[in-house]
């Protein structure tokens, strides 16, 4: 093992990373101020990366540009599903959220299912590769994460400097006090989830523009962001973002050790240990 | 036993039966086939309601029960020629012992957190199994034409999988009821409506949470002996199939959470109805043609978001709120 091969994997993982950790932040910002698992996340992050195709092969837009479209399209996505889906039952048990996220998830794999079928798609972005000798980097992964870091960023400002943000940190801190000291909760369980479903539908865009996909990726994504969230603690933005890191760098470098295929393995077997040993993951749980 | 006297109990064993021995004396092999499949699909919801729905736990990887009893009987009945019979026993025994090693540490997370922990379990073992080289790997185990000879020939053996289905589809049946309407089901039941009141009347939760999950885990188990054994042969991606597993609590809320009528009339209903959507023509809407059988997904979708948000009782629930009368009778 040569050291420009380990710098490679690891830049490559890092970046990869900080996109699952985008993903994973949609995830965990939903249940951190509600407690509901949106097992609909995949399927979002499916339909984010078909949104980019649609826009950039069917309608010749810039790919960038659609990602835009599908944070707008996510947002409003997310609002619209927390009030037919999640509204009527946010005070149920567990259970029936997370078979009312999942019916959200058949439906939409169904009708993508019934229109792509399981083919594989991809967006061609070509931006060139930087770097030198054997360590390369590709243009396109670049700036998908100059634009994850910035959404990030935006993410942080929104929920520590804004009224909005401040009313969702406060509702997802105690619903009834908030209701009391006159947030209107309904509305700001509506937008941390449409937050939170943006989030996921802009990381399946910027996938899109760095891998071939198809309706049933966003599966093999949403069992990652699982990992992710379990890893830096349920409800915890910020240990999303380093659990992120964790499993891209675990999937970039331990390719050099280990056959590509044990990779999974080791992820889900943390997976469940996390699980058992720290419930609350390796930062805590806190939003 | 005077549980196994329950005229409710003989009733519902000898509708499905009698059901289940149409084909036996017809010979008719094409609905042999369809009983087959609700006949399994009754069975992997049965089994999951009697930890979800009697226990409160919610098993999202149940089906981990079915590909391991699969791959451990495939496994004895191809290299060690072990007749199927006790190959099946065997499998399910042994993922009975693993189901209260995981259980142990598993069961004791609650809620939002043991349903994704189930997850993991089942995406761990598909990943290890797809890189496990004695089961095969990635591409599996098959077995030679011949295997099927000791069966009396390939075409007995079809028949001899479905006998074997029914006994075990009774049996899941016969066995959801007597917990039910047992002590120990009664112990199930407080500890889903409050685990530590449960405890505080004397019920040891841990010890009765393990129990009934390895209890689970031998049904689907010997569900999925049956299953590759009729095929023929064992990929890690259809044994371990997480929408399969997540299908059968469809099926369970469907029917009724927590009853045992519930699963059996929701598998029905549910196996029907996407057989009927996949063998149903393709339409053509707005210049794209659409196959029913992918739509099935989607309807299903939507009729479980309905149950959920609605009918959170499910079909038998709606009947026993509707006719308190019935409560007696129903279970």
């Known amino acids: 093992m040569s050291l420009p091969a380990l710098v490679s994997s690891s830049i490559d ?55 835009v479209f599908a944070l707008i399209l996510g947002l409003a996505f997310g609002i619209a599903m927390y009030f037919i889906a999640v509204h009527r039952v946010i005070n149920a048990p567990e259970l029936t959220t997370l078979l009312a996220t999942f019916a959200v998830y058949l439906v939409i794999i169904g009708l993508g299912t019934a229109v792509f079928t399981t083919t594989p798609f991809s967006v061609n972005v070509n931006l060139g590769t930087y770097g030198s000798g054997q360590v390369t980097v590709l243009g396109t992964k670049i700036v998908a994460v100059v634009l994850a870091i910035l959404i990030t960023a935006g993410l942080y400002y929104f929920l520590y400097r804004t009224r909005a943000g401040k009313s969702i940190r406060a509702v997802a801190n105690n619903r009834s006090a908030a ?4 947030i209107n909760t309904a509305a700001m369980l509506a937008l941390s989830f449409g937050v939170g479903t943006m989030l996921a539908m802009i ?61 999974p393995v080791i992820e889900y077997a943390v997976f469940v240990l996390i699980l058992l040993v720290r419930p609350n993951g390796l930062l805590g749980a806190r939003v | 036993m005077r549980n196994l006297l329950s005229p409710f109990l003989w009733i519902i064993l000898v509708v499905v039966g009698g059901i289940a021995l149409i084909p036996i004396l017809t010979g008719d092999a094409s609905l042999r086939e369809d009983l087959f499949l609700i006949l399994m699909t009754v069975t992997l919801a049965s089994s999951v309601n009697i930890i979800m729905g009697y226990t409160g736990y919610v ?21 060690l020629q072990m007749n199927f019979v006790l190959a099946a026993l065997i499998g399910g025994m042994g993922t009975c012992i693993v189901a209260v090693l995981l259980g142990i540490p598993v069961l004791r997370l609650r809620g939002a957190y043991f349903a994704l922990a189930t997850i993991g379990i089942n995406e761990a073992m598909r990943t290890f199994v797809t890189n496990f080289d004695p089961f095969g790997g990635a591409v599996g185990m098959f077995f030679n034409y011949s295997t099927y000879d000791a069966y009396g020939g390939a075409k007995n053996a079809l028949w001899f999988a479905y006998d074997a289905i029914v006994v075990v589809a009774l049996l899941t049946i016969t066995v959801s009821f007597l917990i039910k309407k047992s002590k120990f089901g009664l112990g199930l039941m407080a500890i889903r409506e409050d685990q530590d009141a449960a405890q505080v009347l004397g ?77 149903a023509p393709p339409i053509t809407l707005l210049g794209v043609s659409v196959s029913f059988s992918q739509l099935h997904l989607a309807i299903a979708g939507v009729l479980l978001l309905l149950i959920v948000l609605f009918v959170t009782g499910g079909f038998v629930g709606w009947l026993r709120q509707r006719f308190p009368r019935v409560r007696r009778y129903l279970e």
């Open chain 2, 203 to 279: 019920i040891d939760p841990a010890r009765a949470k393990v129990i009934t999950y390895a209890i689970s885990a031998f049904f689907p188990a010997i569900t999925g002996a049956i299953f590759f054994f009729k095929n023929g042969i064992i990929e890690p991606n259809v044994a371990f199939d997480l929408l399969r597993s997540i299908e059968s609590l469809v099926m369970v809320m469907l029917g009724g959470y927590g009853t045992v009528v519930g699963p059996i009339v929701g598998a029905l209903v549910y196996e029907r109805m996407s057989s009927l959507l996949i063998t």
């Open chain 1, 13 to 67: 993982g890092l970046m990869l990373g900080i996109i699952y950790g985008l993903a994973a932040m949609g995830l965990t910002l939903i249940f951190g101020v509600m407690r509901v698992i949106n097992l609909a996340h995949g399927a979002i992050i499916t339909l984010g990366m078909f949104v980019v195709f649609l826009l950039t092969v069917r309608l010749g837009l810039n790919p960038y540009l659609a990602v």
């Open chain 1, 179 to 182: 209701e009391l000291m006159g």
């Open chain 2, 59 to 79: 098993n999202f990887g149940h089906i981990v029960f079915f590909g391991l009893g699969g791959y451990f009987a495939f496994f004895l009945m191809q290299n």
């Open chain 1, 203 to 263: 990381s399946g865009g910027l996938l899109a523009t760095m891998f071939t996909f198809t309706i049933l990726s966003g599966d093999s994504y949403e069992t990652k962001s699982f990992v992710i969230v379990v890893l830096g603690g349920l409800g915890n933005p910020t240990g999303a973002l380093v659990g992120g890191i964790i499993i891209g760098l675990l999937e970039g470098i331990s390719t050099l050790f280990m056959p590509v295929g044990w990779v």
